[in-house]
């Protein structure tokens, strides 16, 4: 999602996140491996305020756990295809998000963690959520392990993929204590 190219220049790129990403404020932005060793993953960290990612309701806050991250809408929307389906390369996206529960609120509920599959395992999804020290952790993997996929394979990529989207829809409550 990010992919910090070699030559630009952070602070430029990092207003352009920020404002890509609904308005976040980034802080602490380290990239790892950007020209070294190109068969291994190019890793961004940082921390980040918003404002834009929680709502509070009746004293309960609801927070959308993969913020920016989550797969909306099922990108397959015809009812049939008969062309295969190009995914460009096989690749891994991986998400570690981290949200401190603020002072004087409990967890009221969660997403639970998951793990599915497509039958030939082309498409690998995780989602492992756990709590530590007044900290929520929430880990997504979404593996792509094809180029293309046959036509005769769309049903099953579209349900895989609706289950997705509704699995990352699901949030954070936090309540008062």
Do not use: W
Request: aromatic fraction near 12%; glycine fraction near 4%.
């Amino acid at each position: 999602m990010f992919a910090y190219p070699a030559d630009a220049n952070l602070e430029n790129y990092l207003e352009k996140k920020e404002n890509e990403l609904e308005g976040i404020e980034i802080s602490d932005y380290v990239v790892e491996n950007k020209k070294a060793d190109l068969s291994k993953p190019v890793i961004e960290k940082f921390n980040f305020t918003s404002e834009n990612h929680c709502e509070i309701i009746n004293g309960k806050m609801f927070i959308d756990p993969l913020l920016f991250f989550a797969v909306t809408k099922n990108p397959f929307l015809q009812e049939k295809r008969k062309m295969p389906i190009y995914f460009g390369y096989p690749r891994q996206e991986r998400y570690s998000l981290f949200f401190e529960i603020p002072e004087g609120y409990e967890i009221e509920s969660m997403p639970k963690s998951l793990k599915m599959a497509t039958e030939d395992k082309s498409l690998v999804f995780s989602l492992n959520s756990a709590v530590n020290d007044g900290r929520i952790q929430i880990v997504v993997s979404n593996d792509i392990n094809i180029t293309i996929a046959t036509a005769d394979l769309y049903d099953g990529l579209k349900n895989f993929c609706q289950k997705i989207v509704e699995q990352q829809q699901e949030k954070i409550v936090l309540k008062k204590i």
